[in-house]
Nanobody, 125 residues
Framework: QVQLVESGGGLVQPGDSLRLSCAAS????????MGWFRQAPGKEREFVAT????????YYADPVKGRFTISRDNAKNTVYLQMNGLKPEDTAIYYC??????????????????WGQGTQVTVSS
C-alpha cells in the first residue's frame, strides 16, 4: 500500500509563503490524482487543490486560486503545494490524499482513499 507523509507546515505571518510536500512510498500512484485538503478547528474538511499524476490537469478551490500552486515530481514521488500570499483564514491542518474513486467529484473527499497524517499551517500576525 501507499503511505503519504506531509511536511513543510509552520507558523508564518500574513503575506508570507510556504511550500508543503507530500512524499509517497510503498507503491505507485499511476492513473491517480493527488489532492490537498485542509481542516480548520471546528470546521469541515475542505478541498484545496488536486492534480493528476501526469501533471497535465489541476483544479483549485476558489479561495486559493491565484495564490496556491499544486505540482508534482515523479522522480521523487512527491506532490507539492506552494502557498503564496497566506491569509489568517488559511490556518488549518493540511492533508494530502490519493484519489482512486473516480465516481466522486475531484473536490469530494469521499473519492480519496489514502490520506497522510497532516501538517499544521498557522498564519498569524
Amino acid at each position: 500500500q501507499v503511505q503519504l507523509v506531509e511536511s513543510g507546515g509552520g507558523l508564518v505571518q500574513p503575506g508570507d509563503s510556504l511550500r508543503l510536500s507530500c512524499a509517497a512510498s510503498g507503491g505507485t500512484l499511476s492513473s491517480s490524482f493527488m489532492g490537498w485538503f485542509r481542516q480548520a478547528p471546528g470546521k469541515e474538511r475542505e478541498f484545496v487543490a488536486t492534480i493528476n499524476w501526469g501533471g497535465s490537469i489541476a483544479y483549485y478551490a476558489d479561495p486559493v486560486k491565484g495564490r496556491f500552486t499544486i505540482s508534482r515530481d515523479n522522480a521523487k514521488n512527491t506532490v507539492y503545494l506552494q502557498m503564496n500570499g497566506l491569509k489568517p483564514e488559511d490556518t488549518a491542518i493540511y492533508y494530502c490524499a490519493v484519489r482512486q474513486d473516480l465516481s466522486q467529484r475531484y473536490s469530494d473527499a469521499r473519492g480519496y482513499t489514502r490520506w497522510g497524517q497532516g501538517t499544521q499551517v498557522t498564519v498569524s500576525s
